[in-house]
């Protein structure tokens, strides 16, 4: 009796002790609020570039998106494209066929069919690992580029949609010229699915997927149900990759097969690869480094930027395999240890 | 009626003609990736490389055609020695996703440097008079240079397949395809057998992209383009097999033709869905190990 007693006291300091930790995790670190004073000051210090910053924006959520299942689950995917795609041609394809040119309900809709998409193609793709996963993921992005091709005459093709126009949003605010308007919104959508994934990757569920990424056979081991987890985060990620395909539609007023494009997943994974995996911020600093350096080189030669990136990446996988917060972390890490006594 | 067997004809030849293209130069990717499970996405640069080795040897030096072929092909099988003794060798150990980066990153600085030189406009190569018009067999005729890529094809099948089966080295690779730490207990030296099977796969991918320049034209973009169909190739035949390539490529090339034949606007999506119901049923391939 005494020693069940006892056991179940300690198992209770143990749930105590994950529970704490969870908490303490969770709890909100002052450094968080920078990237976010950042993009409120970007918006009076560059407020004539603001169509570009709304384009800044939508990069970091689809790899935020993609840190869920890359950096947290380790599902690596080429086709990560498709929702985002998915996501584009829903407000697109409503807009331009059925008058459905409202923007905060075609978001939501965004959002439920790539969320479905995700779920369907999850359940199937999610068996399989390696080489395998990578040839379906990207198989998947290519077919549904190909079918969209085979009825150009519904999707417009790759001459697109073009000229799309959208409501004000909530009847009131209109688009301007500068994007303020866009800027503002997708900044603040991007603030709520930021609140969302934040949760998610701090709560016991988060710990099962870093769990599934570290050591699969053990997670299997202690049953955890590892394929409807995984399939859980695929969802989620497919869903906000939609939301950040829709606002691209929004923002850009056309669309066009090419976000199907590989090119497009490789990008994604590139800025999530830069900024580093599997810790949130990554997706901000790697996404807003890329595209600004994107935009400053591609005008000055695409050819030479093409290089660039080429050899970041054979750059970041030999010597910053946790990207440019991991290079910070380290240089922070080794600070600390010189400047104690 | 004898318009359709006609038809059927010409599918299958073109196909076959198609099926050898992707066979000569996937065939390298398998051998490699059944060896040391390495996701090499630069393997469509080593291609495109081969074929702009072949537009300058025959444009600018004026060599032959068929000579070029040759001499590209060992040219690039040298050249991706040290990439492989360099770069790749580092990351054997490491986890599929920093493969993926590393190749993808020199693919596209393979990409930026022979568009610097070569400029985006695709390329052609000048013909012997032999491989231009059509041959008779016969019954009917055919173009000559897709009979000479058949015949090619078949050469260079029979050659690997008595490299692989019938050869002390053929031996060997298998046996690391099959069990990498046995066969390094019993003293094979695998390393070298990798830096061997990568450059005599590049040099052949080479020779496939000087093959490819007067069927689908050159440009840098091909290193990627292409990639995604050799890589296919290699996850439906199975890993590290020569004979899951051959009839991987077979069966795409056949089904790809012959569906740009009867619903050109289709495009690729029959060949993608004929690999996503493989994969689903085999995942690991035609003849892959589960």
């Known amino acids: 009796m005494a020693a069940s007693e006892t056991r179940t006291a300690a198992g209770q300091a143990a749930r105590d002790r994950a529970a ?22 970007a918006f ?5 570039r603001m169509t570009f910053g709304s384009q800044v924006l939508i990069g970091v959520m689809f790899a935020l998106s993609l840190d869920l299942i890359l950096g947290y689950a380790g599902i690596v995917t080429l086709g990560h494209a498709a929702f985002f795609g998915i996501g584009a041609y829903v407000v697109g394809l409503s807009a331009a066929r059925f008058g459905w040119s409202e923007p905060i309900s075609g978001v939501v809709a965004a959002a439920v069919v790539a969320g479905l998409a995700g779920f369907a193609s999850g359940w199937f793709l999610l068996l399989y690992r390696g080489l395998t996963l990578l040839m379906l993921t990207l198989a998947t992005a290519i ?4 079918a969209g091709n085979l009825r150009s005459d519904i999707s417009g093709g790759y001459d697109g949609l073009p000229g799309l126009t959208f409501q004000p949003l909530f009847g009131v605010f209109d688009y301007d010229l500068y994007g303020h308007t866009y800027y503002l919104y997708v900044l603040a959508v991007l603030a709520v699915i930021f609140y969302f994934v ?4 701090y709560s016991p569920f988060g710990q099962a997927l870093t769990g599934i990424r570290e050591n699969v056979q053990r997670m299997h081991a202690i049953g955890s149900p590892v394929h409807r987890r995984l399939v859980t985060v695929y969802t989620i990620a497919a869903a906000i990759a939609g939301i950040a395909g829709a606002l691209f539609t929004q923002t850009n007023a056309y669309v066009t097969l090419t976000v199907f494009d590989f090119d497009n997943s490789a990008k994604v994974m590139v800025m999530l690869i830069l900024g580093g995996t599997g810790r949130l911020y990554g997706a901000f600093v790697g996404a807003t480094v890329y595209m600004v350096l994107e935009d400053y080189f591609s005008k000055l030669s695409p050819t030479f930027w093409q290089f660039g990136i080429g050899l970041l990446l054979v750059l970041a996988v030999l010597f910053a395999r946790r990207g440019l917060l991991g290079l910070l972390e380290q240089a922070d890490a080794g600070w600390r240890r010189r400047s104690k006594p | 009626m004898p318009q359709l067997a ?3 004809v010409s599918i299958l030849f073109d196909g076959l003609a198609y099926a050898m293209f992707l066979f000569i130069t996937s065939v390298g990717l398998s051998v490699t990736m059944g060896l040391m499970g390495f996701v090499n996405l630069a393997h469509g640069a080593f291609a495109m490389c081969g074929g702009f080795f072949v537009v300058s040897l025959t444009r600018t030096l004026g060599v032959g055609f068929v000579p070029s072929l040759v001499i590209a092909s060992l040219a690039v099988g040298a050249i991706s020695i040290p990439f492989e003794r360099y770069l790749y060798r580092r990351l054997y150990k490491s986890t599929d996703l920093e493969q993926v980066l590393l190749t993808i990153g020199l693919a596209f600085m393979a990409i930026a440097t022979f568009t610097y030189f070569y400029g ?28 000479f890529l058949i015949v090619l094809g078949a050469a260079l099948i029979s050659v690997l397949w008595y490299a692989f089966e019938q050869t002390n080295i053929g031996a060997k690779i298998r ?9 390094e207990s019993v003293g094979i030296n695998v390393d070298r057998l990798f830096t061997l099977t990568f450059a005599v796969g590049s040099g052949l991918a080479a020779l496939g992209g000087g093959l490819a320049i007067q069927l689908f034209g050159l440009t840098p973009s091909f290193a990627v383009i292409y990639l995604v169909l050799f890589l296919i190739v290699v996850a439906v035949g199975g890993l590290g097999s020569l004979k899951g390539t051959l009839l991987a490529a077979l069966v795409l090339g056949i089904f790809d033709t012959t569906g740009k034949y009867l619903m050109a606007d289709a495009g690729g999506f029959f060949i993608y869905a004929v690999v996503v119901v493989v994969l689903l049923i085999k995942p690991a391939g035609f003849y892959g190990r589960e």
């Open chain 1, 20 to 41: 704490e930790f969870l908490v303490r995790r969770h709890r909100f670190r002052w450094p968080e609020a920078l990237p976010w004073l950042i993009a409120i000051a």
């Open chain 1, 44 to 48: 009076f210090v560059f407020s004539d």
């Open chain 1, 143 to 146: 077919m549904l580029q190909e």
């Open chain 1, 198 to 201: 934040r949760r998610i990757v």
């Open chain 2, 6 to 8: 006609n038809i059927a």
């Open chain 2, 120 to 147: 985006p406009i695709p390329k052609s190569v000048p013909l012997p008079a032999w491989l231009q018009g059509d041959v008779n067999l016969g019954f009917r005729s055919f173009p000559s240079y897709r009979a």
């Open chain 2, 175 to 183: 046996a690391a395809v099959d069990n990498r730490r046995m066969a």
